[in-house]
């Protein structure tokens, strides 16, 4: 992964990075929504916070990047015995296209393993970890 321009570089955007850096800070805030004419550096200026976030620690190969003290009920590696390794990752930065749907985004009952296993399971697409930073690519 290339190395994302430097958050403190961006000049201008005020309200635009001091939004993204109160989200960063205080998860209740539950995000921010960013939008502008092309070329005014909204991409680049997430992709830089997401640089600055902390690391996360979860299993390895896991693929909703589940804390190791509370994995995700349908994550099937966290709760195999014995449990994979701990790593640290990236906060993982989704681009996400601006006709994503629901399904695309949260996963959505996997149909192939109900109709040929006759099993109920979950089947995630971009499932968000406890620290993601998503971007809505409008063009």
């Given at each position: 992964m290339a190395t994302p321009f430097p958050f403190t570089a961006?000049?201008?955007?005020?309200?635009?990075?001091k939004a993204l850096l109160m989200a960063a800070v205080e998860p209740l805030l539950g995000g921010v929504l960013i939008f502008g004419d092309r070329g005014t550096g909204k991409s680049t200026a997430v992709r830089a916070l997401a640089s600055l976030l902390p690391k996360l620690e979860t299993r390895e190969r896991c693929r909703y990047n589940c804390l190791p003290s509370e994995p995700q009920q349908a994550c099937a590696t966290c709760r195999a015995h014995p449990k994979p390794a701990l790593v640290k990752i990236r906060a993982p930065m989704i681009d996400l296209p601006l006709g994503a749907t629901e399904d695309r985004v949260c996963g959505a009952l996997d149909i192939e393993k109900a109709l040929t296993v006759g099993e109920k399971a979950f089947e995630p697409d971009c499932w968000p970890p406890p620290i993601?930073?998503?971007s809505i690519s409008t063009r």
């Open positions: 961006i000049v201008g955007q005020e309200d635009m990075k993601a930073v998503f």
